[in-house]
């Protein structure tokens, strides 16, 4: 299993439409990307955050199938709007035993 955590900051002209458009795409993701197993978004609610509003999880079947989803053609199409919105951070790991 491969786990991909992201963490974003918003930049400082995106709407609460365009924000809720990205949760909502990222959650699209789950049956249409091979592999992707569970995928978890919410709010951050840390005091400690940093900025980072937003912060989710997705797993994956194994290694191949998480390095597929980089390159699929429907996350594509999901980062090359959602990128110019975001200040994001990702720590990508397999669990260890």
Request: proline share 7%; net charge negative; aromatic share 10%.
């Amino acid at each position: 299993m491969v786990i991909h955590t992201f963490i974003f900051r918003w930049k400082p002209t995106v709407t609460d439409a365009q924000k809720q458009q990205a949760i909502e795409g990222i959650l699209a993701l789950q049956g249409k990307i091979p592999g992707l197993v569970e995928t978890l978004i919410g709010h951050n609610i840390s005091p400690r955050s940093q900025g980072y509003e937003l912060g989710g999880i997705m797993k994956f079947s194994d290694r191949a199938a998480y390095e597929a989803y980089n390159d699929h053609p429907i996350h594509q199409q999901l980062l090359s709007w959602l990128v110019p919105l975001i200040e994001p951070l990702e720590v990508d790991f397999e669990p260890a035993s």
